[in-house]
């Protein structure tokens, strides 16, 4: 203690708080590139390339696959690279996948052939014929390329930058580092409503792609000159780089008095055996597709049902106000069970499932969404009912992170919540392509396809979001059959 107030007396420098500005940024452009394909789907790009709902289920379900079992590797790139150039590679690679995307439009003239599309250009070909469908599967096969090398990038974003806030900070700063640079995440969706359509509208949706994802190599830049480890940086000087190592000067006195047994990781396979991990898989797999669906289909729904086009005032409104429901409300996910455990005198397991009860409740307001807009014929209460439910989802997704540390020594988290990443990437790609395929039937049999008094598309929407009102509670019933209390495992 008397050498953290000596510490603290010192003039210090704050270098660590840059370095978390810049990877709160990062984080910014990462869901803003993510975000420019369903902002730019229904308005732009579907007419163009005459895709189907069904086309856009299949790359959206790709991104989340490829997505997740990138995660797998990512965390074990960056370690070997080091943070700074694993870092750069990873953002470079995903700024470089939004860019291509601009060139998908030029990619499939020229492999469809400029003499069959004729000089009108894509929008002019007639539907349903020979030349319309070869230019959908060509464009179709390019987005997947492009999203491909998308995900493969941008799964290096949280490893690398949760490795630098573990750099930078002790233990006791890292959660408050690790908020602000998420909070990244709520306020890409914020802004890519009000900036992506805009782009699109005035100078087309490919600069829409080349803008966006040139913001990557803009940050790179500073990132090369920023960034280098506390001990070599001419930015750190000794009271903070005294105070980045507090946990290390600690730990040195307690390895003196009392050594401490290195804690061995559990094996990969073995990590299966146990029902704590399916625990964990099964919060995974049933509720990450309901997050990445209103991620992307959300501006597509106001678009069809409403006509609320994301590049109009109306569509723009929409959107930031569904995710600024997202923002506000989710910041009480961490708190919860801080209440429980604190003044419940609850353990944190325990505390952290009742949140999660709680916050399972949150997304059965989406199964109000399209009744209330289609009988009060506005799409405010949608857009508020599903930023309710996102924002549940949220809160979930925390605590369900959290549930890890409970249960499995500090050698296994990552190799768990690999597991994890990639459950939910798989129930995601079945949630996606779904989707695409049931909007796409259902819009064909219109009238004659039928679900509680909806016909046609709105039937489809009604069945997914009734999926995603319920998928929490499923989820955590399961979970708590598999492990009712406490049980932590040991390596």
């Keep these: 203690m008397v050498q953290t107030e000596s510490t603290q007396q010192k003039l210090m420098t704050n270098w660590r708080w840059w370095l978390c500005s810049l990877l709160f940024v990062a984080t910014t452009v990462n869901y803003l590139d993510?975000?420019?394909?369903?902002?730019?789907?229904?308005?732009?790009?579907?007419?163009?390339?005459?895709?189907?709902d069904a086309d856009y289920g299949t790359i959206t379900s790709f991104f989340s696959i490829f997505y997740a079992i990138a995660c797998l590797f990512a965390g074990k790139f960056v370690d070997w690279m080091g943070t700074k150039k694993g870092y750069i590679i990873s953002i470079f690679v995903w700024s470089l996948g939004a860019c291509l995307h601009a060139a998908c439009g030029w990619a499939t003239t020229s492999?469809?052939?400029?003499?069959?599309?004729?000089?009108?250009?894509?929008?002019?070909?007639?539907?349903?014929?020979?030349?319309?469908?070869?230019?959908?599967t060509t464009s179709v096969y390019l987005f997947l390329l492009c999203r491909g090398i998308l995900a493969l990038g941008e799964a290096g974003n949280f490893p690398a930058a949760i490795k630098v806030v573990a750099e930078y900070y002790p233990k006791k700063d890292r959660a408050f580092a690790t908020s602000i640079f998420n909070?990244?995440?709520?306020?890409?969706?914020?802004?890519?409503?009000?900036?992506?359509?805009?782009?699109?509208?005035?100078?087309?949706?490919?600069?829409?792609?080349?803008?966006?994802?040139?913001?990557?190599f803009i940050w790179i830049f500073f990132w090369q000159f920023m960034y280098e480890k506390p001990e070599n940086s001419k930015h750190v000087n000794a009271a903070e780089l005294e105070y980045i190592h507090l946990d290390d000067n600690a730990e040195?006195?307690?390895?003196?008095?009392?050594?401490?047994?290195?804690?061995?990781?559990?094996?990969?396979?073995?990590?299966?055996?146990?029902?704590?991990?399916?625990?964990?898989?099964?919060?995974?797999?049933?509720?990450?597709?309901?997050?990445?669906?209103?991620?992307?289909?959300?501006p597509s729904y106001f678009d069809n049902q409403f006509g609320a086009k994301a590049s109009s005032p109306l569509g723009q409104g929409l959107i930031f106000t569904l995710?600024?429901?997202?923002?506000?409300?989710?910041?009480?996910?961490?708190?919860?069970?801080?209440?429980?455990?604190?003044?419940?005198?609850?353990?944190?397991?325990?505390?952290?499932?009742?949140?999660m009860l709680i916050f399972a409740f949150f997304p059965i307001a989406a199964l109000f969404a399209q009744p209330l807009g289609i009988k009060l014929d506005t799409p405010w209460w949608p857009a508020i009912l599903i930023g309710i439910a996102a924002a549940g989802h949220q809160a979930w997704s925390a605590n369900l992170f959290s549930t890890i540390g409970d249960m499995f020594p500090k050698?296994?988290?990552?190799?768990?919540?690999?597991?994890?990443?990639?459950?939910?990437?798989?129930?995601?790609?079945?949630?996606?392509?779904?989707?695409?395929?049931?909007?796409?039937y259902a819009e064909e049999q219109g009238s004659a396809f039928q679900f509680f008094g909806f016909e046609g598309k709105p039937a489809g929407y009604f069945i997914v979001f009734c999926f995603c009102g319920i998928a929490y509670l499923l989820a955590w019933v399961i979970m708590k059959g598999l492990v009712p209390k406490y049980k932590p495992i040991k390596a």
């Design 34 to 52: 993510r975000q420019v394909l369903s902002l730019t789907y229904e308005e732009f790009i579907k007419p163009e390339f005459h895709w189907s």
């Design 111 to 136: 492999i469809v052939g400029a003499d069959l599309i004729g000089p009108q250009g894509l929008q002019a070909l007639e539907a349903g014929s020979n030349v319309t469908l070869a230019v959908a």
């Design 183 to 216: 909070a990244g995440a709520s306020v890409g969706a914020l802004a890519a409503p009000l900036c992506i359509p805009v782009l699109a509208k005035n100078y087309g949706w490919e600069m829409a792609f080349i803008i966006i994802g040139a913001l990557g």
């Design 252 to 298: 040195g006195e307690e390895v003196k008095a009392e050594p401490a047994k290195e804690e061995k990781a559990i094996p990969f396979l073995q990590c299966f055996k146990y029902k704590q991990t399916w625990s964990f898989i099964t919060g995974k797999f049933f509720t990450d597709g309901v997050w990445w669906f209103f991620l992307f289909w959300a």
């Design 323 to 355: 995710y600024a429901i997202v923002t506000v409300v989710s910041i009480g996910g961490g708190y919860l069970p801080k209440v429980f455990v604190d003044k419940k005198g609850m353990e944190p397991y325990s505390g952290r499932m009742l949140a």
């Design 411 to 440: 050698s296994t988290i990552a190799s768990i919540t690999g597991i994890g990443a990639t459950a939910g990437g798989i129930g995601s790609m079945i949630i996606q392509k779904a989707a695409g395929n049931l909007f796409t």
